[in-house]
């Protein structure tokens, strides 16, 4: 890849103003982690160890949301800059370019989930853990970028589009709820396979349907599955 390419990106982001407001979100997931709940559970007798898997689920799902946003806006901004029409005529391909921009996205959700699942505190997780977890999670960032272009036209389709997709979330949070096959009905959400490995650790992999390794591993193909139809769907819509 074009290294002048590859410098002219991290310019484009770093001077981005979405980027700079978007990164403030995983630093205020983690701080309502680490001081708020505690503050709310000492001063209301909420109990947090007993909800404990929810609580990291909810603020660990959210941060791929926040970059799957960004990527997305991204992508769209380029469309109608036809960026991407235009990188047909130079020595860079299309799968390059934005295998660039996801990849960029996929290592800047890792980072922010890792960041608030080790900052919130809110259950004792590994390094490895918490290194694992984050990146299953994130996995979700790319893909929800990709079908906010596959669906959307324009930022504003591309608005409504990403509240959809972030309603997803509620999916893997039911589904907590839920330790027998009950509990498959909801698969279908990326978060789900996140979110169950997270409760697995917390609750024990004994209480639950599946171990933690099976939720892993099971996760881990199935998101990258999605990604790559996505990816696929995106470039036929867009008639890349």
């Given at each position: 890849?074009?290294?002048s390419f590859?410098?002219?990106?991290?310019?484009?982001?770093?001077?981005?103003?979405?980027?700079?407001?978007?990164?403030?979100?995983?630093?205020?997931?983690?701080?309502?982690?680490?001081?708020?709940?505690?503050?709310?559970?000492?001063?209301?007798?909420?109990?947090?160890?007993?909800?404990?898997?929810?609580?990291?689920?909810?603020?660990?799902?959210?941060?791929?949301?926040?970059?799957?946003?960004?990527?997305?806006?991204?992508?769209?901004?380029?469309?109608?800059?036809?960026?991407?029409?235009?990188?047909?005529?130079?020595?860079?391909?299309?799968?390059?370019?934005?295998?660039?921009?996801?990849?960029?996205?996929?290592?800047?959700?890792?980072?922010?989930?890792?960041?608030?699942?080790?900052?919130?505190?809110?259950?004792?997780?590994?390094?490895?853990?918490?290194?694992?977890?984050?990146?299953?999670?994130?996995?979700?960032?790319?893909?929800?970028?990709?079908?906010?272009?596959?669906?959307?036209?324009?930022?504003?389709?591309?608005?409504?589009?990403?509240?959809?997709?972030?309603?997803?979330?509620?999916?893997?949070?039911?589904?907590?709820?839920?330790?027998?096959?009950?509990?498959?009905?909801?698969?279908?959400?990326?978060?789900?396979?996140?979110?169950?490995a997270i409760?697995?650790?917390?609750?024990?992999?004994?209480?639950?349907?599946?171990?933690?390794?099976?939720?892993?591993?099971?996760?881990?193909?199935?998101?990258?599955?999605?990604?790559?139809?996505?990816?696929?769907?995106?470039?036929?819509?867009?008639?890349?």
């Open positions: 890849m074009n290294s590859v410098l002219s990106e991290f310019k484009k982001w770093s001077r981005d103003p979405l980027m700079k407001f978007m990164l403030f979100y995983p630093i205020i997931l983690a701080i309502i982690g680490r001081f708020l709940l505690p503050y709310i559970a000492k001063n209301s007798g909420f109990n947090i160890e007993q909800y404990a898997d929810i609580i990291v689920v909810v603020l660990t799902l959210m941060t791929p949301i926040i970059f799957g946003a960004l990527i997305g806006f991204s992508i769209l901004d380029d469309r109608d800059d036809k960026i991407l029409t235009s990188i047909k005529v130079t020595p860079l391909t299309i799968h390059q370019f934005l295998s660039f921009r996801l990849i960029m996205g996929l290592i800047l959700s890792w980072v922010a989930c890792a960041f608030v699942m080790w900052f919130s505190d809110i259950w004792s997780f590994s390094a490895g853990a918490i290194i694992a977890i984050s990146l299953l999670a994130s996995l979700a960032s790319p893909m929800s970028g990709l079908l906010i272009n596959a669906l959307a036209k324009n930022k504003i389709e591309g608005f409504a589009i990403m509240k959809g997709t972030g309603a997803i979330i509620i999916f893997p949070i039911i589904a907590l709820f839920f330790i027998d096959k009950k509990e498959l009905l909801f698969s279908f959400a990326p978060g789900f396979w996140p979110a169950k409760s697995s650790i917390i609750r024990g992999s004994d209480v639950l349907l599946l171990s933690y390794n099976q939720y892993y591993f099971i996760g881990l193909i199935y998101v990258l599955a999605l990604n790559l139809i996505i990816y696929k769907i995106f470039l036929e819509r867009a008639k890349i």
